[in-house]
C-alpha cells in the first residue's frame, strides 16, 4: 500500500514563493516516477510536473516551465516543488501521484489529498 501526503501550501502574494512538499509512505518509492498536478475550482485537473524514478528526467508544463522546480529525495522518501514567481492563475489545490513506470504517462496509481496553494493578487 503506498500512501502520500503533500504540505507546504499557502497564501502568497504573487511574485512569491512556496515550496510543497511530499511525503511517500510504502515500499519501493525509489521504484516509482513521480508528478505533481493541480486543479483550480471549476476547472479540471491539470499536470504541472514529472519526475523519473532517479531524477535524470523532469517534465513541466509549459505554463510553470522556467518557474517551478521538481526534485525528490530518494534516501528519504520526499519529493518536493519549489514554485517561484507565483502569479494568481497558480491557485489550485496541487496533489502529488505516483506511478510505476516512466513519465511519458499521465496515468498514476496512487495520489494524495491535496494542498492549497494560494496566489493573491
Known amino acids: 500500500q503506498v500512501q502520500l501526503v503533500e504540505s507546504g501550501g499557502g497564501l502568497v502574494q504573487a511574485g512569491g514563493s512556496l515550496t510543497l512538499s511530499c511525503a511517500y509512505f510504502g515500499r519501493t518509492f525509489s521504484t516509482y516516477a513521480m508528478g505533481w498536478f493541480r486543479q483550480a475550482p471549476g476547472k479540471e485537473r491539470e499536470f504541472v510536473a514529472a519526475?523519473?524514478?532517479?531524477?535524470?528526467?523532469?517534465h513541466y508544463a509549459d505554463s510553470v516551465k522556467g518557474r517551478f522546480t521538481i526534485s525528490r529525495d530518494n534516501a528519504k522518501n520526499t519529493m518536493s516543488l519549489q514554485m517561484n514567481s507565483l502569479q494568481p492563475e497558480d491557485t489550485a489545490n496541487y496533489y502529488c501521484a505516483a506511478r510505476r513506470g516512466d513519465i511519458s504517462s499521465l496515468s498514476y496509481d496512487y495520489w494524495g489529498q491535496g494542498t492549497q496553494v494560494t496566489v493573491s493578487s
Open positions: 519526475l523519473s524514478w532517479n531524477g535524470d528526467i523532469t
